[in-house]
């Protein structure tokens, strides 16, 4: 999949991503998800207060308070015209023709 835009990292992403997914569990992430991750993030073990960004994109997210921990998704944010640029787009597949058993092909 090809980007439009060059997404903006603010960090060293050779660097050890890690995020805080439930209290005192990190899972090491990649660059995309690390940008993109609402809560506790760390880099090389230690603590990274950095921007959020909306997933795939480079609209900042202003985190609250009250956040819940999670992946911050694209169809989350307010404009739908960003959206409906933005998400993934999801494809129709053409149903596929059975195969013919063994005894009908004798």
Known sequence: MS????LQ????????????FKPDQWA???PTWFRSFVGARRIDGQSYKG??????SNYKYKVKKDDKVR?????????KRVV?????????????VPRRSEKHLH
Do not use: M, W
């Open 3 to 6: 980007r439009a835009t060059k």
């Open 9 to 20: 990292y603010n960090f060293n992403t050779a660097a050890n991503l890690e995020v805080e």
């Open 28 to 30: 090491r992430v990649t």
């Open 51 to 56: 921007p959020v960004y909306y997933e795939g």
């Open 71 to 79: 992946l911050l998704s694209i169809e989350e944010h307010n404009d």
């Open 84 to 96: 409906d640029r933005l998400a993934v787009k999801t494809v129709k597949l053409l149903r596929c």
